[in-house]
């Protein structure tokens, strides 16, 4: 498995100027989670199946855009996410 490089996430903000506070982007992150959410509970039948997640290009977009709302969160308030992982 491939480790995290957050510089790219540093280096997307930074060109495309979409940096805020801590208050916009914990909002953001609700509704990135609510979207992955909404993924699980499709590829389930809405609970009635055992979600295939592996193989679901939604659910993997929409884990990517929480991942990297979390990642912008720590990195716009210079949180090192693996410093963080170890506490």
């Given at each position: 498995?491939?480790?995290?490089?957050?510089?790219?996430?540093?280096?997307?903000?930074?060109?495309?100027?979409?940096?805020?506070?801590?208050?916009?982007?914990?909002?953001?992150?609700?509704?990135?989670?609510?979207?992955?959410?909404?993924?699980?509970?499709?590829d389930?039948?809405?609970?009635?199946d055992?979600?295939?997640?592996?193989?679901?290009?939604?659910?993997?977009?929409?884990?990517?855009?929480?991942?990297?709302?979390?990642?912008?969160?720590?990195?716009?308030?210079?949180?090192?996410?693996?410093?963080?992982?170890?506490?």
């Amino acid at each position: 498995m491939k480790s995290i490089d957050v510089k790219n996430v540093v280096e997307f903000l930074a060109k495309s100027k979409t940096g805020t506070n801590a208050l916009v982007r914990l909002a953001d992150i609700s509704s990135e989670l609510g979207e992955v959410s909404k993924e699980v509970l499709k590829d389930s039948s809405y609970g009635r199946d055992t979600p295939a997640l592996k193989d679901n290009t939604s659910f993997k977009e929409e884990y990517g855009d929480l991942l990297f709302t979390v990642l912008a969160l720590g990195v716009e308030n210079d949180v090192d996410p693996s410093e963080a992982l170890e506490l």
